[in-house]
């Protein structure tokens, strides 16, 4: 009999062992699924995230981020609090990163352990999504430190050369409003735009002509109240001012500066990354706007 008891003591302390340091504890109201995520974030290491370019680039370190999951998890919230954030099933909320945290080198195996972190409008509240596989988690929880980060993460410092701006403004500014107002009569509660980029990009010489086209590139964002009242289009995203990014296909402007540097024409490019296209329809661009005698 105390051998038996002995045996059970056993087995039962390894099952609790096992569910303390794997995280494998019964599913509670607020962590849905079949990875318990709550443990997962609560004991997660600047060492669980790999060493790449999603870091070297940001001005968040690996530290940084794991210091703030794990203060964030200190705060768990319940499903109707995640759902009322606008972060419920089936929303995808507006800024989100995913790392990948266990498994192979390259993160493409069945195995591989990913966390998704999406924030939305509501201040510091996160939803987490674990996944390995076909296996899932969901948990919520509340930090300052964290949501700003997921919100900022892809912000760029301001990017307009205000010289060469004030030389083209008349024909930057033209393009931008004629989407703006194009994008109003579809409906969408744009209330202004704002420039974001505006800088030298590249310069061709024509070979067939005396003259030079130089390329830069243009950016702008929408302005408006309600996000969420935007018609979303693929490619459009809202950055962390709230702010709508991408909208129309306006993001080149092209001018063509005869030999004697005096005289200039210009004509609006749509967004390119092959340099010789880019060459050809700016010249083709001004041609068709600016006919020969």
Same mark, same amino acid.
């Given at each position: 009999?105390?051998?038996?008891?002995?045996?059970? &003591?056993?087995?039962?302390?390894?099952?609790?062992?096992?569910?303390?340091?794997?995280?494998?504890?019964?599913?509670?109201?607020?962590?849905?699924?079949?990875?318990?995520?709550?443990?997962?974030?609560?004991?997660?290491?600047?060492?669980?995230?790999?060493?790449?370019?999603? &870091?070297?680039?940001?001005?968040?370190?690996? &530290?940084?981020?794991?210091?703030?999951?794990?203060?964030?998890?200190?705060?768990?919230?319940?499903?109707?609090?995640?759902?009322?954030?606008?972060?419920?099933?089936?929303?995808?909320?507006?800024?989100?990163?995913?790392?990948?945290?266990?498994?192979?080198?390259?993160?493409?195996?069945?195995?591989?352990?990913?966390?998704?972190?999406?924030?939305?409008?509501?201040?510091?509240?996160?939803?987490?999504?674990?996944?390995?596989?076909?296996?899932?988690?969901?948990?919520?929880?509340?930090?300052?430190?964290?949501?700003?980060?997921?919100?900022?993460?892809?912000?760029?410092?301001?990017?307009?050369?205000?010289?060469?701006?004030?030389?083209?403004?008349?024909?930057?500014?033209?393009?931008?409003?004629?989407?703006?107002?194009?994008?109003?009569?579809?409906?969408?509660?744009?209330?202004?735009?704002?420039?974001?980029?505006?800088?030298?990009?590249?310069?061709?010489?024509?070979?067939?002509?005396?003259?030079?086209?130089?390329?830069?590139?243009?950016?702008?964002?929408?302005?408006?109240?309600?996000?969420?009242?935007?018609?979303?289009?693929?490619?459009?995203?809202?950055?962390?001012?709230?702010?709508?990014?991408?909208?129309?296909?306006?993001?080149?402007?092209?001018?063509?500066?005869?030999?004697?540097?005096?005289?200039?024409?210009?004509?609006?490019?749509?967004?390119?990354?092959?340099?010789?296209?880019? &060459?050809?329809?700016?010249?083709?661009?001004?041609?068709?706007?600016?006919?020969?005698?």
């Amino acid at each position: 009999m105390v051998k038996r008891t002995i045996a059970l &003591f056993l087995a039962l302390s390894a099952v609790l062992c096992l569910t303390g340091c794997f995280g494998l504890e019964p599913e509670g109201p607020d962590d849905a699924g079949s990875i318990r995520v709550m443990p997962l974030i609560r004991r997660v290491e600047a060492t669980d995230f790999p060493v790449d370019a999603e &870091f070297a680039e940001k001005k968040v370190t690996r &530290f940084q981020l794991a210091q703030a999951i794990r203060q964030a998890a200190e705060n768990e919230l319940n499903v109707e609090a995640g759902t009322a954030a606008g972060l419920g099933e089936g929303k995808h909320g507006w800024w989100s990163r995913s790392f990948h945290l266990e498994g192979s080198p390259d993160g493409y195996e069945p195995d591989d352990l990913w966390i998704e972190m999406t924030c939305g409008l509501t201040r510091n509240v996160v939803r987490v999504t674990a996944h390995r596989g076909e296996e899932t988690g969901v948990c919520y929880i509340r930090g300052k430190d964290l949501y700003e980060m997921l919100r900022h993460w892809d912000d760029r410092d301001l990017i307009v050369d205000e010289e060469d701006y004030a030389k083209y403004k008349k024909q930057v500014d033209q393009a931008i409003e004629k989407i703006y107002w194009e994008e109003r009569a579809k409906g969408q509660p744009y209330t202004g735009w704002e420039l974001t980029r505006f800088e030298w990009l590249a310069a061709y010489v024509d070979p067939e002509e005396d003259n030079t086209i130089r390329v830069y590139a243009v950016e702008y964002a929408m302005k408006t109240d309600d996000p969420e009242k935007v018609k979303w289009e693929e490619g459009m995203s809202l950055d962390s001012s709230g702010r709508v990014e991408n909208v129309g296909d306006f993001g080149r402007l092209a001018a063509r500066w005869w030999w004697w540097g005096e005289k200039y024409e210009t004509a609006p490019l749509s967004r390119t990354r092959d340099l010789q296209t880019e &060459f050809e329809e700016a010249r083709d661009a001004l041609n068709e706007l600016n006919p020969r005698d």
